[in-house]
């Protein structure tokens, strides 16, 4: 298990973790919840021994492997599923030992390993977590340098994810991932065979994925057992009874103070004033835990419209000929709530750059109400913020005419406080930095606000504030968002955004969530069959490559297979004396046997899919 004992730790003199304990069970899943700005990342450095403890030490069992998400992959020119088969530090230098060893023992345990291990059907797995997080088999093969940064974060995910260590420490992992990969990852780490430890503001993951809540608060670590929903029940009532307790002990204060006053000059009363002084001076002060200032949004509003602000008849739109979504006829007025739901690269950011004037349509007819104005939030804007500013600043260039002090209320309003305002925006956090997008976003009081993934970095306070602020919001909210809980608490339509087209979904987000994990059951029954694809020269050459792997693996096995043959003919061992070890070299032989077996049908598989390939 691991043990937090009796930590402290300080940064530039200021005491982030004070006197914590804790301890997790080996196995469990538990999430690591706490304002932003509390310590939550600094204690996994502390787990991992990057950082000195002022006081107390961390313990994890003796040959635990350690395993997080690097901040970035690499841009070069290894394929995605070869840097996933690379993390399994193991399983590359057994493979690599195989191909070296000589003798039959050690060849043997080499063996024996790789089958402990399932080494054969390693391939698979990466890929089935690859897929999970996203990438089409072909995207697989690519070198990392064909995808952005965002991308190559989820690499790096499916390659910790791959590796199984005995403590996986994730932090905000859902933060690159679309809702398909977050439902994923959330039904992945259920069945995580080893201990996780993650970082989330995402309830429904922390809902459905945890089964232990540790809280992060005052410097200290509470350990809670069940989902968030259940730690968050359980906090209300301890502090419900920390408040109940701290006015009884007042009371009684007080009443101990009026009689010293009272009686203290008595000479007669003077042995029962110094008692209750006595008394006074040793009860010890229960203190309820502060509330932290409660995050807001405060969105301005707009006029209202005539209905429909935005409707398109027959529309297509695209990248130059290439053209992604077609047949676009939809209505949208200013009281809708719209939630886009649809895999990655169907085109939601398509449709959002459409309906915020972005794109224009190839073709069809978009009608747009003249006095629309439309706010639009994406996670790039965040990063395009100008680092050497601060929020009063950007403020300012955006609107010249408003006093100082009307600029500073609008930044309150968004959570950035005085001090805020004038910090330079390269040192906010990165929720503060999404808080002062949106305050940009909706500055000119839009009649339309699209979001796209806007409650990456905010902790779960600020997401309660966002729905609560949407909710309220009087112009009409367009959504794309991994998070669950806000899309079950803002949108009251859903469209489906799949096959180049734009339709309702009829059903809700919960039949949504079980229909992508239901591998076998399509998103919706299409009535056309989608004409072939001819793979690029780069996939044939790719499934080429990925055949000949396969046979160079059969090779490999076949001189083990070969090796561990001539051992098994040495008259030598069949004798009566050694009939323990002729079992061991038999049980051997029969697991190289297997994995010859798997490894020959990896072979035709790949095979056959080449000529799949070179047929089409």
């Known amino acids: 298990m691991l043990r937090i004992n009796d930590i402290s730790y300080s940064i530039e003199g200021r005491v982030l973790i004070d006197h914590a304990t804790a301890v997790i069970p080996t196995g469990h899943k538990v999430g690591l919840v706490g304002r932003n700005g509390t310590g939550k990342t600094t204690l996994f450095k502390m787990i991992r021994g990057e950082l000195h403890l002022d006081t107390g030490d961390i313990s994890i069992p003796r040959g635990w492997k350690i395993g997080g998400?690097?901040?970035?992959?690499?841009?070069?020119?290894?394929?995605?599923?070869?840097?996933?088969?690379?993390?399994?530090?193991?399983?590359?230098?057994?493979?690599?030992?195989?191909?070296?060893?000589?003798?039959?023992?050690?060849?043997?345990?080499?063996?024996?390993?790789?089958?402990?291990i399932d080494a054969w059907s390693a391939e698979s797995r990466a890929a089935s977590i690859l897929k999970g997080l996203g990438f089409t088999d072909e995207e697989q093969r690519m070198p990392c340098s064909a995808f952005s940064g965002g991308w190559r974060m989820r690499v790096a995910l499916a390659a910790v994810l791959f590796s199984e260590p005995d403590l996986l420490l994730l932090d905000e992992p859902t933060n690159y991932l679309d809702l398909e990969g977050a439902l994923w990852l959330e039904a992945y780490l259920v069945k995580y065979p080893h201990t996780v430890v993650i970082v989330s503001h995402d309830r429904e993951l922390l809902n459905r994925s945890v089964e232990s809540i540790l809280h992060l608060e005052d410097k200290k670590l509470t350990f809670y057992t069940g989902n968030y929903d259940n730690f968050a029940r359980q906090r209300a009532e301890k502090r419900a009874l920390m408040v109940s307790a701290a006015k009884k002990q007042d009371l009684k204060r007080a009443h101990l103070q009026a009689f010293v006053d009272r009686f203290?000059?008595?000479?007669?009363?003077?042995?029962?004033?110094?008692?209750?002084?006595?008394?006074?001076?040793?009860?010890?002060?229960?203190?309820?835990?502060?509330?932290?200032?409660?995050?807001?949004?405060?969105?301005?509003?707009?006029?209202?419209?005539?209905?429909?602000?935005?409707?398109?008849?027959?529309?297509?739109?695209?990248?130059?000929?290439?053209?992604?979504?077609?047949?676009?006829?939809?209505?949208?007025?200013?009281?809708?709530?719209?939630?886009?739901?649809?895999?990655?690269?169907?085109?939601?950011?398509?449709?959002s750059k459409l309906l915020s004037g972005r794109l224009e349509a190839a073709r069809g007819n978009m009608i747009t109400s003249s006095k629309l104005r439309i706010g639009f939030f994406a996670q790039h804007q965040v990063d395009e913020l100008r680092v050497e500013e601060t929020p009063l600043q950007h403020l300012l260039r955006e609107r010249p005419e408003e006093g100082q002090a009307r600029l500073r209320?609008?930044?309150?309003?968004?959570?950035?406080?005085?001090?805020?305002?004038?910090?330079?925006?390269?040192?906010?956090?990165?929720?503060?930095?999404?808080?002062?997008?949106?305050?940009?976003?909706?500055?000119?009081?839009?009649?339309?606000?699209?979001?796209?993934?806007?409650?990456?970095?905010?902790?779960?306070?600020?997401?309660?504030?966002?729905?609560?602020?949407?909710?309220?919001?009087?112009?009409?909210v367009i959504l794309v968002s991994h998070d669950m809980h806000l899309l079950s608490m803002v949108a009251d339509r859903l469209w489906l955004v799949k096959g180049g087209h734009v339709k309702p979904y009829d059903d809700d987000l919960e039949a949504y969530r079980r229909m992508l994990l239901t591998v076998e059951k399509p998103i919706e029954k299409t009535a056309e069959k989608p004409k072939a694809v001819k793979p690029t020269r780069e996939v044939v050459m790719a499934l080429r490559a990925d055949a000949r792997k396969c046979e160079e693996r059969i090779d490999k096995i076949n001189d083990m297979r070969d090796k561990l043959a001539a051992k098994l003919a040495d008259p030598a061992l069949y004798d009566d004396k050694r009939k323990g070890e002729l079992e061991t070299w038999n049980k051997k032989y029969a697991e190289v046997m297997e994995a010859l077996e798997r490894a020959e049908a990896m072979w035709i598989a790949a095979l056959e899919k080449l000529e799949k390939a070179q047929a089409a």
């Open 69 to 116: 998400v690097s901040q970035e992959v690499p841009g070069n020119e290894v394929s995605l599923i070869d840097t996933v088969l690379r993390a399994d530090t193991e399983r590359e230098s057994l493979l690599a030992e195989a191909e070296s060893a000589t003798d039959p023992n050690r060849i043997a345990e080499v063996q024996t390993r790789l089958a402990d």
């Open 264 to 351: 203290k000059a008595k000479a007669s009363k003077a042995k029962q004033a110094q008692s209750r002084v006595k008394m006074l001076e040793k009860m010890e002060t229960i203190r309820v835990p502060e509330d932290a200032a409660r995050t807001v949004f405060t969105f301005p509003a707009p006029e209202e419209l005539s209905p429909p602000i935005i409707a398109t008849e027959g529309v297509a739109v695209g990248y130059g000929n290439h053209i992604v979504l077609h047949d676009l006829n939809l209505r949208i007025d200013q009281d809708d709530r719209i939630a886009l739901l649809g895999r990655n690269g169907e085109g939601k950011s398509t449709l």
């Open 409 to 476: 209320a609008r930044l309150a309003g968004f959570g950035l406080m005085a001090a805020q305002a004038e910090t330079e925006v390269g040192r906010l956090s990165g929720g503060q930095k999404a808080r002062l997008s949106l305050l940009l976003a909706t500055l000119p009081a839009p009649h339309l606000l699209i979001l796209d993934e806007p409650t990456n970095h905010l902790d779960i306070e600020s997401r309660e504030a966002l729905v609560e602020a949407l909710t309220a919001y009087t112009g009409a």
